[in-house]
């Protein structure tokens, strides 16, 4: 029936102020007037090239190139990755050789696999290429650098002499990233002037002198920090997309359990359906509000970089790393949940749940590989930890490091399920499991004499310390986001239920750590697990309203399952009959194919 909201009975049920839901979790009453506005008009538009010439550039370079990007008179394509590198930047083969004689540097692809391949935009589009490559000057190599390259003409969009592009063909699933002309380049001795080096952290002069910059050079890799940041915040929409379409549906869908004609149980009240569901709700806020503090974190990296103090780049970087590891890995993941949670119908186009998914995972890879992110987060807690017994006191993140000590005398002193709702015996927990974790592998590489080797033993566990890590970061950002005064009637409280199913469903199922590092008892772990039972049932008659509030319109959803008056089965069946295959009755080649075998005579004795 049009018209009828099938889910007013649930959006009844909320206990709290959805209106100032929606403000909380776009972030500001601003920010939500904003997002509803846009929301409605645009798609996303994913920007590349435009960060890198404001990391990259001097204010000179910036003037002439920023204007003709912004106008879109130029379009660019950051091109980094190659054919045979890609986590392994510094291993990248395409050169740029400096040529004194006519002040130019000359673009090389000195091998196949010095072919760049992945570049977003380049197939097809770009005009132009931030290309990585290794500056040589007189023979001597002064590693990867990034160059502005004219790959094709602003008159008839030809590619230019000595340059060779292509697409590099079709991706996973048929769906939208298809629409991306990821591209591949080989250079062939290609000129460009010598301005056309990024020169703001390192020159080349006319006579071909390098001048190496006075700020630290992981500065070149800025474009990848500011980049990392908002594929986090990405990770939270993309998840809470998943979340809202499986919640309504589940809402929706009924199986079992009628007596004496009663309507069946509606798959959400199952407590199995709950606690997969619900944790991936938990988590969509959860990674919310970590990309908020992630972001205002970066912010004032920024503000610190513009006045030369680089205290927070390493932190920043660490931060970037592995919180875009940990949360691209649970939205992809909780995506492909959703999918399983709308049972069959999950696996339809018109779910809009194939297509999220086949969009969403290449997150886990492009802007860094998430095994590589969390090994570069690995390291700057092993670096943390090694300059403690220098006296070095860790700040930020890493401050629980400081009281290391203190943390492997810990023991949780939990007696009944509901200490676990108390906030800082969840914090103690997760920052004593992460500290004894860290500090086993560093105990560990001690016992290497080469700590590279040592590090490439132990990787494995390198990996779940700074997942321990990043996990301690996301619970605390929520604990502290609900410090902060939130108004609305049961808005805060519903927000508590959340961040404690976060924590608990985190310790609940990487509980063999907890109890591996005695930082609680099975007992503990026990209560734990009945604590979070009693908060799926908290949350069942807000779960509609709670994604609800995120704001998301039918269109944006893209879904027959996800519709929010939940009129789903006359839709569906409306949708599966505006396929091309139903516009006629007998298929494409039935009269040549299949009619002739169906009229094949019946031998005796066989078919
Ligand atoms: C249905 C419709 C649906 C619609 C939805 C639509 C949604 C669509 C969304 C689409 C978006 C698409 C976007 C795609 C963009 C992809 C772009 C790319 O991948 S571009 C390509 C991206 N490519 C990648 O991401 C490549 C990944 N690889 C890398 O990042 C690096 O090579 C590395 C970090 C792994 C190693 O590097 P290496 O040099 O060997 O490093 P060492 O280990 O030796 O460390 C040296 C020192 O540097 C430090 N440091 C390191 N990094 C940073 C940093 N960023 N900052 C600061 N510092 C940093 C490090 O801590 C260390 O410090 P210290 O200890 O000395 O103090
Ligand atoms: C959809 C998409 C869009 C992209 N867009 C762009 C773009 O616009 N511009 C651009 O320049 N690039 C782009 N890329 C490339 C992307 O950034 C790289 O693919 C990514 O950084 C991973 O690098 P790789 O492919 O070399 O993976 P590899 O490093 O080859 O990874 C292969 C495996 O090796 C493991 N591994 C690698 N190194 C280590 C290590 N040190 N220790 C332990 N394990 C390791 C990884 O975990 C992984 O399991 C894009 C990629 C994709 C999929």
Redo the contacts with the bound molecule.
């Keep these: 029936m049009e018209g009828v909201d099938h889910l007013a009975h649930e959006r009844n049920k909320a206990q709290f102020d959805v209106a100032v839901m929606k403000a909380v979790w776009a972030g500001s009453r601003d920010a939500y007037e904003l997002f509803h506005r846009f929301s409605r008009l645009v798609a996303n538009d994913p920007e590349?090239f435009i960060p890198a010439i404001k990391a990259q550039a001097t204010e000179e370079q910036q003037k002439q190139w920023l204007p003709l990007a912004n106008k879109m008179k130029i379009i660019g394509?950051?091109?980094?990755?190659e054919l045979g590198?890609?986590?392994?930047v510094r291993g990248l083969e395409t050169t740029a050789t400096f040529d004194p004689k006519t002040d130019e540097f000359v673009l090389n692809s000195p091998t196949l696999t010095a072919t760049k391949w992945?570049?977003?935009g380049l197939g097809k589009i770009a005009t132009h290429a931030l290309a990585h490559a290794r500056l040589i000057i007189d023979d001597k190599d002064y590693g990867v650098h990034g160059f502005l390259v004219q790959l094709r003409s602003l008159d008839d969009h030809l590619t230019l002499p000595g340059i060779t592009i292509g697409d590099i063909g079709m991706?996973y699933g048929s769906g939208a990233?298809n629409t991306m002309d990821?591209g591949s380049l080989i250079f062939d001795h290609v000129r460009i002037p010598r301005n056309q080096m990024l020169m703001r952290l390192s020159q080349v002069t006319r006579e071909g002198k390098y001048v190496p910059s006075n700020v630290p050079r992981q500065l070149s890799y800025g474009t990848m920090v500011y980049v990392r940041q908002k594929i986090v915040f990405d990770a939270s929409i993309a998840l809470s997309r998943a979340v809202c379409i499986s919640t309504r549906y589940s809402a929706v869908r009924r199986q079992f359990g009628s007596h004496n004609g009663s309507p069946e149980t509606q798959v959400i009240d199952y407590k199995t359906q709950q606690a997969r569901l619900f944790p991936l709700l938990a988590s969509a806020y959860a990674i919310r509000f970590v990309s908020e503090w992630l972001n205002s974190f970066y912010k004032d990296l920024l503000q610190r970089l513009e006045a030369k103090d680089f205290s927070t780049l390493p932190e920043a970087h660490a931060c970037t790393a592995g919180l875009k590891s940990i949360t691209t890995s649970v939205a992809a993941d909780g995506i492909e949940e959703c999918r399983k949670l709308c049972g069959g119908h999950g696996y339809l186009t018109s779910s809009g749940l194939p297509e999220l998914s086949a969009v969403y995972i290449?997150a886990c890879?492009?802007?860094?590989?998430n095994?590589?992110m969390l090994?570069q987060v690995a390291r700057y807690l092993m670096k943390t930890i090694s300059q403690l017994k220098s006296g070095n006191k860790p700040v930020g993140t890493t401050a629980y490091l400081g009281r290391a000590e203190q943390l492997m005398q810990y023991h949780s002193d939990v007696l009944r399920a509901e200490d676990w709702l108390k906030p800082n015996v969840v914090v103690e927990a997760f920052e004593a499991r992460a500290a004894r974790m860290s500090m086993a592998c560093a105990q560990n590489l001690s016992k290497f004499n080469n700590p590279e080797d040592g590090f490439q033993e132990l990787?494995a566990d390198l990996v779940e310390a700074a997942t321990a890590h990043c996990q301690l970061i996301i619970v605390s950002k929520f604990i502290e986001k609900l410090q902060q005064d939130i108004p609305g009637k049961g808005v805060k409280e519903q927000l508590g239920v959340l961040r404690s199913i976060y924590a608990l469903f985190l310790l609940h199922k990487h509980i063999g750590d907890f109890l591996s590092t005695d930082c609680i008892t099975p007992k503990q772990g026990y209560l734990a697990n009945e604590q979070l039972r009693s908060l799926y049932s908290q949350v069942r008659p807000n779960a509609i309203a709670l994604v609800d509030a995120f704001n998301y319109t039918d269109h944006f959803l893209s879904s027959v399952l996800g519709r929010y008056d939940g009129n789903v089965y006359p839709k569906l069946y409306e949708e599966a009959w505006k396929d091309p295959l139903n516009d006629t009755s007998i298929p494409d080649g039935f009269h040549e194919y299949v009619q002739p075998m169906l009229k094949q005579p019946l031998h005796h004795g066989r078919l």
């Design positions: 590349m394509s950051y091109t980094q990755t590198h890609g986590s392994n992945w570049p977003g991706k990233y990821n290449p890879t492009y802007e860094g590989d095994v590589v090994l990787s």
